[in-house]
Antibody, heavy 125, light 106 residues
């Protein structure tokens, strides 16, 4: 059974940093791209960014609202993906989900077929 | 940046057919995914690549995509279908979600 579990969410002051982890099991982690998606309280889904598999150089893409502040990385030996969030703003307050992008080596046909339960990041002074 | 437009809300009578649309410039040339998010729950993929259903998704859910509009159709609507529905595409190396449509089953 494929599972993704996020951790690291916390209450943090504006301007500070936080790192989220996405621990996975039940999948050949290294074959898949991993995305992060967030949802502010009472709002819709917002794509944060994703990291391709090693076969595609573990390259990353980011949404405009987080580009330059957030960094996604992965450790295939541990089947874990990370979201490093710097210079946090109050508008970054949201539940953060990690998701698996399918199929393997997907491109324009990528879809988020498995989601974690999410972890809450609250940016407030 | 690419934009996807969804109506804020749609209502459907129990047992009838609901249609949720997603508008975008030439969206017919892209692969559209649809996600269902019930209150307090994690999003679930219900349609991918315009028309395909993941295993475990009822046949009552179907999708279509042409020109500037993609449509998610839910036949024989049930109370359990009441949820927020989001469309999604990939455009220029980034994913885009629509704003979501709240489906109410009357």
């Amino acid at each position: 059974e494929v599972q993704l579990v996020e951790s690291g969410g916390d209450l943090v002051q504006p301007g500070r940093s936080l790192r989220l982890s996405c621990t996975t099991s039940g999948l050949t982690f290294g074959d898949y791209a991993i995305s992060w998606v967030r949802q502010a309280p009472g709002k819709g889904l917002e794509w944060v960014g994703f990291i391709r598999s090693e076969a595609y150089g573990e390259t990353t893409e980011y949404g405009a609202s987080v580009k330059g502040r957030f960094t996604i990385s992965r450790d295939d030996s541990k089947s874990i993906a990370y979201l490093q969030m710097n210079s946090l703003k109050t508008e970054d307050t949201a539940v953060y989900y990690c998701t698996r992008e399918a199929p393997v080596y997907c491109g324009a046909d990528c879809r988020n077929d498995y989601w974690g339960q999410g972890t809450l990041v609250n940016v407030s002074s | 940046s690419y934009e996807l437009n969804q109506r804020l809300s749609v209502s459907v009578a129990l047992g009838q057919t609901a249609r949720i649309t997603c508008g975008g410039n030439n969206i017919g040339s892209k692969n559209v995914n649809w996600y269902q998010q019930r209150p307090g729950q994690v999003p679930v993929l219900v349609i991918y690549s315009d028309t395909s259903r993941p295993s475990g998704i009822p046949e009552r859910f179907s999708g279509f995509n042409s020109e500037n509009t993609a449509t998610l159709t839910i036949s024989r609507a049930q109370a359990g279908d009441e949820a927020d529905y989001y469309c999604q595409v990939w455009d220029s190396r980034s994913a885009v979600f629509g704003g979501g449509t709240k489906l109410t089953v009357l």
